[in-house]
């Protein structure tokens, strides 16, 4: 697996991809705060943090699109199904990678937090905690989903639209539940929802079972994209 991680971790970094995705993410999240919080003076973080959601769900398809699409394109997959790894090892360590690059566009949140420490003396921090966690949780659950739909086709374009469009059901699915007039449907597609639970964590509130929520999705998607991979070597 540690070999898997840093092969992928450097094709990242040795390609433009790594970079234009944090210079994407710096700029767009940069621009809230500068245009919210230093321009008004708040130290509240809330809409900075909640439009993070929104650039992620459009970056993270396009960080994970090549992460299986690319060793099928340069017929590496062969190579890499039979090496003497595990699949589970292939698939996390790719996962880590993604997910390792993903984390570096959070570190803006860093400096952010120490300029409105030393304007304003005193923060929020059950907030910023919580809500920091939840989007390490929910990116790393949207690297996952990225990760298995890249098992499963070949085009790049298709990975990253599909992906997009999972993340998007996820996220939408709150609101449909509310249109839905059966209770116990309504009650099972809340319970799925992202945002719902992500909105936990931005009120300062550490629920256990939204942990263990994110934590399952990450297991499913990488499962799931194990169970490809077998399948994909069993056939060939």
Request: proline share 2%.
């Amino acid at each position: 697996m540690g070999a898997i991680f840093r092969r992928e971790l450097k094709a990242y970094f040795t390609s433009p991809i790594a970079y234009i995705y944090i210079a994407a993410f710096y700029l767009y999240i940069g621009n809230y705060f500068v245009n919210y919080n230093m321009a008004y003076g708040s130290t509240d973080m809330t809409y900075v943090f909640s439009n993070a959601f929104v650039i992620m769900m459009i970056l993270l398809p396009l960080l994970t699109m090549r992460l299986f699409t690319e060793e099928k394109k340069y017929r590496t997959d062969q190579c890499l199904l039979t090496a003497p790894v595990s699949l589970g090892g292939i698939v996390f360590g790719k996962f880590l990678a993604a997910t390792c690059v993903f984390l570096c566009g959070m570190l803006i949140y860093i400096p952010f937090i120490i300029v409105l420490y030393g304007y304003a003396g005193t923060l929020e921090w059950a907030t910023i905690i919580g809500t920091m966690l939840a989007l390490v949780l929910l990116g790393a659950s949207f690297v996952s989903i990225g990760v298995f739909v890249s098992s499963l086709t070949e085009s790049q374009v298709v990975a990253a639209i599909f992906s997009f469009g999972i993340i998007m059901f996820f996220y939408m699915i709150d609101i449909l539940a509310s249109s839905v007039s059966n209770e116990t449907v309504s009650s099972i597609m809340s319970a799925l929802g992202f945002y719902s639970r992500y909105s936990e964590f931005s009120t300062g509130i550490f629920d256990v079972g939204s942990i263990l929520f994110f934590a399952s999705t990450i297991f499913v998607f990488n499962f799931l994209t194990v169970r490809v991979l077998e399948k994909r070597r069993w056939a060939d």
